[in-house]
């Protein structure tokens, strides 16, 4: 059974640096491309950043120089460190492997707050 299991959401004031991470089980995870996505409640989920297994990333415009998509490889684990937060960076953020057709995780919520 494939699982990722977002953690490291919540309210976080603009300007804050919050590090989500995803933990990953039932695949090899070393071999897979990770990725990080945000929807909003009425929009559609949106593309943040992915790491391919051999540690090419890439980024949205709206995150590029602000979030930063890493992998550790030996605790099947992928973080997305979140600096200069923004009041548009709100949204449910997911973890997929092999994006975007793979494996998705549940979702973590972050909300930035004044």
């Known amino acids: 059974q494939v699982r990722l299991v977002e953690s490291g959401g919540g309210l976080v004031q603009a300007g804050g640096s919050p590090k989500l991470s995803c933990a990953v089980s039932g695949i090899i995870f070393y071999i897979n491309d990770m990725g990080w996505y945000r929807q909003i409640p009425g929009k559609e989920r949106e593309f943040v950043a992915t790491?391919?297994?051999?540690?090419?990333?890439d980024y949205a415009d709206s995150v590029k120089g602000r979030f930063t998509i890493s992998r550790d490889n030996a605790e099947n684990t992928v973080y997305l460190q979140m600096n200069s937060l923004k009041f548009e960076d709100t949204a449910v953020y997911y973890c997929?492997?092999?994006?975007?057709?793979?494996?998705w995780g549940q979702g973590t919520q972050v909300t930035v707050s004044a």
């Open positions: 790491i391919t297994s051999s540690f090419t990333t």
């Open positions: 997929a492997a092999r994006p975007p057709f793979g494996w």
